[in-house]
């Protein structure tokens, strides 16, 4: 499930916003001398990953499937939900992002994460019974809101009951067992790529992670996989809480093009009511 995200765009400005002199007489180690890592593992699911790279070196963890899926930390933890084995890539350079090399490790999760039925999840799906819960885009104004940051909403605003039927027919469904995620769409989604005319589509059944705090100021994080939307197609996979309550759902998300990738700039604010 690894899309470039707002994360990657966070630690990649970071990482490059100084531009210190070049020193055009450094020369990079090679990897094993300069990419050193520790991997410790906390439990079956969660590793405490270190750098232990000598010297003024920028970093770069990434960690496909993990939550975080990256970071800049010396230390961090990183938490696999689904059993698998899984790659831990660390990328060290200078300060001013040249010479870069990596060190990689695998780690094997034997078993999937065993999953609380916490508050929030509960609320999310349907009191964590086996029947789930389904959301649809609310009916009201502003159910899609798409502008160019994160808290601004300025390009778009839908109108009240001003989507199109084959959109309010959507349920996106959340069931607590198996973390199983569903786009229940009647059989066609709105592709937004063709004049926004309904299609024939079949998303099938998948899985979801619900993360808390790891998203922008602390908010917490649904995540499906890549090929995977929620509410409408050209919406990341990766959702920022907003509001969540018995009967109300606002996430965030960025702005993304046909291949999944996400847009320069772009993001949407979608509604959604219980179905």
Avoid: H
């Amino acid at each position: 499930m690894q899309k470039i995200s707002i994360y990657l765009l966070s630690i990649l400005v970071l990482l490059t916003a100084c531009e210190p002199v070049r020193d055009d007489n450094f020369n990079l180690p090679s990897p094993s001398e300069a990419a050193s890592m520790e991997v410790i593992a906390l439990s079956t699911n969660e590793y405490i990953v270190k750098d232990l790279t000598s010297g003024g070196f920028q970093r770069y963890w990434d960690f496909p499937g993990g939550t975080p899926s990256i970071s800049g930390l010396a230390t961090d933890t990183v938490f696999y939900a689904k059993k698998g084995t899984y790659t831990i890539t660390l990328y060290v350079s200078k300060a001013d992002g040249s010479g870069t090399t990596s060190v990689s490790k695998q780690v094997t999760v034997e078993s999937n994460a065993a999953l609380q039925c916490s508050p929030k999840l509960s609320l999310l799906t349907g009191d964590c019974l086996p029947a789930g819960k389904c959301w649809t885009l609310s009916r009201g104004a502003g159910a899609v809101k798409v502008g160019p940051t994160y808290d601004d909403y300025s390009w778009f605003t839908s109108l009240a009951d001003g989507l199109q039927n084959d959109q309010y027919d959507d349920g996106f469904c959340f069931t607590f067992e198996g973390q199983q995620f569903e786009n229940k769409n009647n059989g066609a989604s709105v592709n937004p790529w063709d004049g926004y005319k309904a299609e024939a589509y079949n998303p099938g059944v998948s899985s979801f992670i619900f993360s808390e705090g790891t998203g922008i100021s602390n908010r917490d994080q649904i995540i499906i996989p890549n090929d995977q939307f929620m509410g409408t197609w050209d919406s990341d996979n990766v959702l920022d809480v907003v509001k969540l309550t018995e009967d109300e759902l606002i996430v965030r998300a960025r702005l993304r093009d046909k291949t999944g990738v996400p847009a320069a700039e772009g993001w949407f604010e979608l509604t959604f009511v219980k179905k």
